[in-house]
């Protein structure tokens, strides 16, 4: 699926003027920014474990979490920190590509222009009440879609309780419970807002949530493309 931004410049200029174009266009860029940098801390991170852990057979992996082959340029745990970092801030990027977006539709749909529509503090234009402003289709369905998901309420929740409360611990685990060796970087389990969450991997939980979010954005951004050019 392709999104054609340069069509969605076009009607946004049409419809609502230059000044509005300006700050579409920065919510865009903000936008494929957060995407850019969700991607970046996510490589970051993976190629950090695979520097101390790469190549190295099942049996020594808990060895190699205990130190045992570090060298004076190489330490297990000092990668395993910066892994860490990465994540937290692939994690951040990523749940904040959701607050971008619905900013991005509020404004590339012309609703801060209509008195109806409207929301007067800049501080409220988030989901619940965007959502009240939108007409069922489908862009409140894609939006809904991109913020209701389980996989994004577990996103949001290892982002706000880190935000907020503390950040949730990101360790590296070797699972020998299984057919085949799991190994890779783990959030450690937490609780936020009533909700208990076990011990999760971080790499298909990351992977999958941005390969999701993907679809929806182009699926969003067809929609309001759509809706644009029915405007007369």
């Known amino acids: 699926m392709r999104w054609d931004l340069g069509e969605l410049r076009r009607q946004v200029e049409r419809l609502f003027g230059e000044e509005q174009l300006r700050t579409v266009n920065q919510a865009l860029r903000t936008i494929g920014n957060r995407r850019e940098f969700s991607r970046f801390h996510y490589n970051e991170a993976r190629l950090r474990m695979e520097e101390v852990v790469e190549g190295r ?15 004076d ?7 395993r920190f910066q892994a860490y970092a990465h994540t937290v801030a692939c994690v951040h990027n990523m749940h904040s590509v959701a607050d971008n977006m619905v900013h991005f539709a509020y404004f590339a ?12 503090n800049e501080r409220d234009i988030t989901w619940p009440k965007v959502s009240k402003k939108l007409a069922a289709g489908p862009i409140k369905q894609g939006l809904s879609a991109l913020l209701d998901d389980p996989g994004f309420t577990y996103l949001a929740a290892v982002s706000n309780h880190s935000k907020h409360r503390s950040i949730i611990e990101v360790g590296y685990s070797v699972n020998f419970g299984s057919e085949e060796v799991e190994h890779g970087l783990r959030f450690s389990p937490f609780s936020y807002d009533g909700i208990a ?17 993907e679809g929806l954005i182009l699926t969003i951004g067809n929609a309001i493309n759509d809706e644009l050019r029915a405007q007369h």
């Open 57 to 71: 057979a099942d049996f020594e992996l808990t060895a190699a979490l205990l130190g045992a082959f570090d060298t």
């Open 73 to 79: 340029e190489r330490q297990f745990s000092t990668s």
């Open 109 to 120: 749909l012309g609703a801060n222009l209509r008195p109806e529509a409207r929301i007067s």
């Open 197 to 213: 969450y076990p011990p999760t991997w971080v790499r298909p939980t990351l992977v999958n949530e941005y390969q999701r979010q």
